[in-house]
Nanobody, 128 residues
Framework: QVQLVESGGGSVQAGGSLRLSCGAS????????MGWFRQAPGKEREGIAI???????NYADSVSGRFTISQDNAKNTLYLQMNSLKPEDTAMYYC??????????????????????WGQGTQVTVSS
């Protein structure tokens, strides 16, 4: 099974930027659907950015236009570029993988239950 390790979290002021990385233990390009999720204290885990195995991306409205998901296939690494960060972006961020593609219907909902493999998470804290 694929193993995932996140890095790049930290503390930043509102308006700042961070780039999260997720290293995979095997080649996931075109073989896995990959995603970024986050969970704030007292809240449910939510999907914020997905890149399907066919390259199609989907974003939560709360991050659309500010966050960008991408892959470096040569490095087996998934990225999340986060710009214009807000205090409400404060959360633990997780990378996740699912073998094969998500259906167009499931992709819209970005549900954690659709993903099988998870990293340990990296904390992002945005201060006002």
């Amino acid at each position: 099974q694929v193993q995932l390790v996140e890095s790049g979290g930290g503390s930043v002021q509102a308006g700042g930027s961070l780039r999260l990385s997720c290293g995979a233990s095997e080649n996931v390009y075109r073989r896995y659907c990959m995603g970024w999720f986050r969970q704030a204290p007292g809240k449910e885990r939510e999907g914020i950015a997905i890149i399907n195995s066919d390259g199609y991306t989907n974003y939560a409205d709360s991050v659309s236009g500010r966050f960008t998901i991408s892959q470096d296939n040569a490095k087996n690494t998934l990225y999340l570029q986060m710009n214009s960060l807000k205090p409400e972006d404060t959360a633990m961020y997780y990378c996740a993988a699912r073998r094969g593609a998500l259906s167009w219907w499931a992709l819209r909902y970005r549900r954690p239950a659709d993903f099988d493999y998870w990293g340990q998470g990296t904390q992002v804290t945005v201060s006002s």
